[in-house]
Nanobody, 128 residues
Framework: QVQLVESGGGLVQAGGSLRLSCAASGRTFSSYRMAWFRQVPGKEREFVATISWSGASTYYADSVKGRFTISRDNAKNTMYLQMNSLKPEDTAVYYC?????????????????????WGQGTQVTVSS
């Protein structure tokens, strides 16, 4: 059974930093593209960043480019999201997700439907 467990969320002041982690189990982590999405109440889940199965390629939403860094450690079956220069508009529940297909390359603006396993989410709150 595939499980994704996020951690690292919390309350931070604007301009601060947080690092989210996503620990995966249940299938060969290193074979799948991974991503971070976020969601606020009343809005659709929004793409944040994605990383290829090897970690060599990444892609970011314009809203976080230059501030957030996605990475992975395949030996630890863990993905990370380093979030710097946080803004109040970054407040959301952050979800990690695993691609439906093996070895799919990173592409622009991936859709929610491209991912079949999701974590439970971790709350990030940025105060002004």
């Amino acid at each position: 059974q595939v499980q994704l467990v996020e951690s690292g969320g919390g309350l931070v002041q604007a301009g601060g930093s947080l690092r989210l982690s996503c620990a995966a189990s249940g299938r060969t982590f290193s074979s799948y593209r991974m991503a971070w999405f976020r969601q606020v109440p009343g809005k659709e889940r929004e793409f944040v960043a994605t990383i290829s199965w090897s970690g060599a390629s990444t892609y970011y939403a314009d809203s976080v480019k230059g501030r957030f860094t996605i990475s992975r450690d395949n030996a630890k079956n863990t993905m990370y999201l380093q979030m710097n220069s946080l803004k109040p508009e970054d407040t959301a529940v952050y979800y990690c997700a695993s691609d439906r297909n093996k070895f799919r390359p990173v592409a622009a603006d991936p859709l929610v439907g491209e991912y079949d396993y999701w974590g439970q989410g971790t709350q990030v709150t940025v105060s002004s």
